[in-house]
């Protein structure tokens, strides 16, 4: 009964290149949800996710950032060209349902480090 | 926009001695979910309260909602070492898109 699934679990790029972050959602959880950490911070929401569609997106840089859900295969975090700042843990969450009283399960989170 | 504050932002206590995080939000909350995150781990959940004045319990931890509905506790009694962690209050967001807006979180460092 595998969790939620993350990799990398660590990826280090230099400035300018790209980041892909994977994550496959718990068996039977149709929703999905990227969250960012900074060090010593509480997680900030980015995006969530159903199968082929993005159905909010307001915590999302502007610039530089995608996200996919396809019908096939894990939700992607893409980073384009990246910078020190967007050095943090990304972790993913899912749900099989939405709604506020459905519990969010968390994978284990990649740790992006940017040199 | 929507506001979880979390004080304190630090808590040290010797092992056996109690802790309690306070979480307020700037809006009343539909619920409001409590999770653990270990140093170098992922958050873990660990409840859910949606009642005005709810409380619950989990062997040590005594979580309570508040009549407003926009503050909560969480409050360990007799802590452990492997208490050790931060703790995360979360909320959700406007909307019913179950985006959860979290809390700065406590980290609580307990001696042995």
């Known amino acids: 009964n595998a969790g939620v699934m993350q990799n990398p679990r660590h990826l280090v790029r230099r400035r300018g290149q790209e980041a892909r972050l994977r994550c496959s959602p718990m068996?039977?959880?149709?929703?999905v949800y990227w969250y960012r950490q900074l060090p010593e911070e509480g997680l900030k929401f980015m995006v969530y996710?159903?199968?082929?569609?993005?159905?909010?997106e307001s915590g999302m840089p502007k610039e530089r950032f995608s996200a996919e859900f396809p019908k096939e295969g894990p939700s992607i975090l893409r980073i384009q060209q990246v910078v020190r700042g967007d050095s943090a843990a990304y972790f993913c969450?899912?749900?099989?349902?939405?709604?506020?009283?459905?519990?969010?399960?968390f994978g284990p989170g990649t740790r992006l480090l940017v040199l | 926009g929507q506001q979880v504050m979390q004080i304190p932002q630090y808590q040290h206590v010797q092992e056996g001695e109690d802790f309690t995080t306070y979480c307020n939000s700037s809006?009343?909350?539909?619920?409001i979910q409590w999770y653990k995150q270990r140093p170098g781990g992922h958050p873990v959940f660990l409840i859910q309260?949606?009642?005005?004045?709810e409380v619950k319990k989990q062997k040590r931890l005594t979580f309570q909602f508040g009549e407003a509905k926009k503050n909560s506790s969480l409050h360990i009694t007799a802590t452990q070492t492997t208490d050790v962690g931060t703790y995360f209050c979360?909320?959700?967001?406007?909307?019913?898109?179950?985006?959860?807006?979290f809390g700065q979180g406590t980290t609580l460092q307990v001696k042995p």
């Open positions: 809006t009343t909350l539909s619920n």
């Open positions: 979360a909320g959700h967001g406007s909307g019913n898109t179950g985006k959860l807006i």
């Open positions: 068996k039977g959880h149709s929703h």
């Open positions: 969450a899912s749900s099989r349902r939405t709604g506020r009283q459905e519990t969010q399960y």
């Open positions: 996710l159903q199968k082929e569609n993005i159905i909010d």
């Open positions: 309260l949606v009642k005005s004045g």
